[in-house]
């Protein structure tokens, strides 16, 4: 079953803008983990952040993580269009099992 | 370098033939994963593999089996009795419990007529 959702499925911004795509998932987590996907390519790990976490950064990407919620949110900042791509959520349960949500996919027009 | 190999990249078959994907890493991982991408979709778990000689079915394993006869492969092999076989595959691995991220492969596209 799918673990986790997307939202929007599809998103549309100007070069320079920042991108915004959240995650919502059904059970417990260990982590939750973001990816990205060229067309037609394998997927990328991009940023893990723990279930003990509520905030990580790495580069022009900010992850926040509410529990309570189960929901996690993907922030792109100054948006480049080689950004353009698909977005994955991952949620790790026991047993090292990693889960996909429906993706997010992002055009950044230049 | 260290990745991991799926070959073909494209394949073609005809309904009713079993067809095996390769998948090879050299990063000395324990753990190996097959899932399955349609269009506009997330992915779906086929197997995983923690470790030699053991494997464990995902949420869509049937019509689909593997092997784990070396750490360093996991070929899937989809069978006639997989009713959509037409997806993009993709394989992955990882370390064990360490939190540490799926490194995947760039996926073989099957297409079966």
């Known amino acids: 079953s799918q673990q986790g959702e997307e939202d929007p499925q599809a998103l549309s911004i100007q070069e320079g803008e920042n991108a915004t795509m959240n995650c919502s998932y059904k059970?417990?987590?260990?982590?939750l983990q973001w990816y990205r996907q060229n067309s037609g390519r394998g997927l990328v790990h991009l940023i893990l952040i723990r279930s003990n976490e509520r905030e990580k950064h790495s580069g022009r990407l900010r992850v926040t993580l509410d529990t309570s919620k189960k929901s996690s949110s993907l922030l792109i900042t100054a948006s480049r269009a080689a950004d353009t791509a698909s977005y994955f959520c991952?949620?790790?349960?026991?047993?090292?099992?990693?889960?996909f949500g429906t993706g997010t996919s992002l055009t950044v027009i230049p | 370098d260290g990745g991991i190999t799926q070959s073909p990249k494209y394949l073609f078959r005809k309904e009713g033939q079993n067809v095996t994907l390769s998948c090879e890493q050299n990063l000395n991982h324990d753990a190996m994963y097959w899932y399955r991408q349609d269009p506009g979709q997330g992915l779906r778990l086929i197997y995983y593999?923690?470790?030699?000689?053991?494997?464990q079915k995902g949420d869509i394993a049937e019509g689909y089996s593997v092997s784990r006869e070396k750490k360093e492969s996991f070929p899937l092999t989809v069978t006639s009795a997989q009713k959509n076989p037409t997806a993009f595959y993709l394989c992955?691995?990882?370390?064990?419990?360490?939190?540490?991220?799926?490194?995947f492969g760039n996926g073989t596209r099957l297409t079966v007529t």
């Open positions: 593999s923690q470790i030699v000689n053991d494997f």
């Open positions: 059970t417990s987590i260990n982590n």
């Open positions: 992955a691995s990882s370390n064990q419990g360490a939190r540490s991220p799926l490194h």
């Open positions: 991952a949620t790790e349960l026991t047993g090292n099992q990693f889960y």
